[in-house]
């Protein structure tokens, strides 16, 4: 019997054109996507309606046609890593183990973003990897590295990394990690997510910022989510993305938010009402377990402000 991936190839699968194939979206440029087949082929396939729209991380079901391909059917996800503003739903890609959201020594990162993308993460049920690059750049990764203070105290914990200076002592962590899992690499800007690329796919030569910059050719030096595979087996994919700035959660209720904040949700069930904001109430878990200038506590101050402030935001766009 063919194999599934090579039967679209030849006239008769093309000709029937009722033959259905597996595939694996490696990457998408606005409406149509990369699929990679079983064997490892890939081709460019288009959505057959609106329904089929598919992301970086799906399985699809797809038919031939010419060279190209239709996207036929997108299987059930087991989960969808994405961003919600005012305007629009950004996805980043489906059915992932782990999101590694990397940050770095500079440029210096925003905590609400880091907060943000862990609670985006949480909600979907995906297990967030923390870790700090550029421990090279002594003083500006020891500032980052108090900052996180908070984040190295939660279960997940942060990575220190120097991907570009020391990357081969870093490589053997990272695979323990990420070995026969589906990781997503987010993070802002410059934080070295094609560099991490670079050094764990073999033979990948990603573009990272010396070389745009020498170029000249914008801000974000990564343009589109794609994913490579680290080993030739095919089981372990790392998936390189754009950095971000902004990270909408306006698809999670306020009500939620605790939940989703581990350290704040630890405490919870210490409130007086069910129904507690953790905003005002008397007798409430979350605000006796606050830092405070003179009280030392589980939560600190920069968490439970990031939590107030999202949580009226959340508030205000829910009508
Ligand atoms: N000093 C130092 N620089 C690093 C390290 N890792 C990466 N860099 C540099 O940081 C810059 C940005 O790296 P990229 O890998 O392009 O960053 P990116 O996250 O892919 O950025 P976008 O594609 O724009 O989102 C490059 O000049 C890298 O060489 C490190 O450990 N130390
Ligand atoms: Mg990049
Ligand atoms: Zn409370």
């Known amino acids: 019997m063919a194999k599934p991936g090579r039967a679209a190839f030849t006239p008769a699968a093309h000709n029937s054109g009722k033959a259905h194939h597996d595939g694996l979206v490696v990457a998408s440029h606005g409406r149509h996507c990369l699929v990679e087949t079983p064997t490892g082929e890939r081709l460019i396939c288009h959505p057959r309606g609106k329904k089929s729209q598919a992301v970086v991380g799906d399985r699809v079901r797809w038919q031939a046609t010419e060279d190209e391909g239709t996207i036929e059917e997108v299987l059930p996800r087991r989960n969808l890593f994405y961003r919600q503003d005012e305007i629009r739903t950004k996805s980043f890609a489906a059915n992932l183990d782990h999101v590694l959201i990397l940050i770095a020594a500079e440029p210096e990162f925003s905590e609400h973003q880091l907060a943000r993308a862990l609670i985006a993460a949480e909600a979907e049920r995906i297990t967030p990897i923390i870790a700090l690059n550029k421990s090279d750049l002594v003083e500006p990764f020891e500032r980052a590295w108090a900052k996180l203070a908070p984040y190295r105290r939660m279960h997940h914990g942060v990575l220190p990394l120097s991907l570009k200076a020391s990357g081969e002592a870093d490589y053997a962590s990272l695979m323990k990690l990420l070995s026969g899992k589906s990781t997503l690499v987010l993070g802002p800007s410059g934080s070295g997510k094609s560099t991490l690329t670079n050094l764990l796919v073999p033979g990948a030569t990603v573009l990272t910022q010396e070389i745009s910059q020498a170029l000249n050719s ?97 508030s205000q766009t829910r009508y």
Request: charged share 20%; aromatic share 10%.
């Open 218 to 314: 914008g801000k974000h030096t990564t343009t589109s989510t794609t994913w490579y595979w680290i080993d030739e087996a095919r089981t372990t994919g790392l998936i390189d993305s754009p950095g971000f700035q902004e990270f909408g959660l306006n698809h999670i209720e306020p009500m939620q938010l605790a939940g989703l904040m581990s350290d704040i949700a630890e405490h919870t069930g210490d409130c007086k009402f069910y129904n507690c904001t953790h905003l005002h109430e008397p007798g409430c878990g979350v605000i006796s377990n606050v830092e405070t200038p003179t009280h030392a506590g589980p939560i600190s101050a920069s968490r439970y402000r990031i939590y107030g402030e999202l949580f009226a935001e959340l």
